[in-house]
């Protein structure tokens, strides 16, 4: 059993080595998720809890209370 993660490890390792296509698929993905999780978050999804409330206590009480709102309807 202990030689399956090591088996597994250098199938991938070999696989991605003799990539030639796959390299420039593999770059272009990774730019994709960092322009998702890093650019469009900063224009599109703004902090709201932080302008709507000056406390965590008030920031945890409200999303407490749209949580169990959402689940009794």
Same mark, same amino acid.
């Given at each position: 059993? &202990?030689?399956?993660? &090591?088996? @597994?490890?250098?199938?991938? &390792?070999?696989?991605?080595?003799?990539?030639?296509?796959?390299?420039? @698929?593999?770059?272009?993905? @990774?730019?994709? @998720?960092?322009?998702?999780?890093?650019? /469009?978050?900063?224009?599109?999804?703004? =902090?709201? /809890?932080?302008?709507?409330?000056?406390?965590?206590?008030? &920031?945890?009480?409200?999303? /407490?209370? =749209?949580?169990?709102?959402?689940?009794?309807?």
């Amino acid at each position: 059993m &202990r030689a399956a993660p &090591r088996e @597994l490890f250098a199938f991938y &390792r070999d696989g991605f080595r003799s990539m030639v296509l796959g390299r420039t @698929l593999w770059k272009i993905i @990774l730019v994709k @998720l960092f322009l998702m999780f890093a650019v /469009l978050k900063l224009f599109f999804f703004s =902090n709201v /809890l932080e302008k709507e409330f000056r406390s965590d206590a008030e &920031r945890s009480a409200h999303v /407490l209370d =749209n949580l169990t709102r959402g689940a009794s309807k």
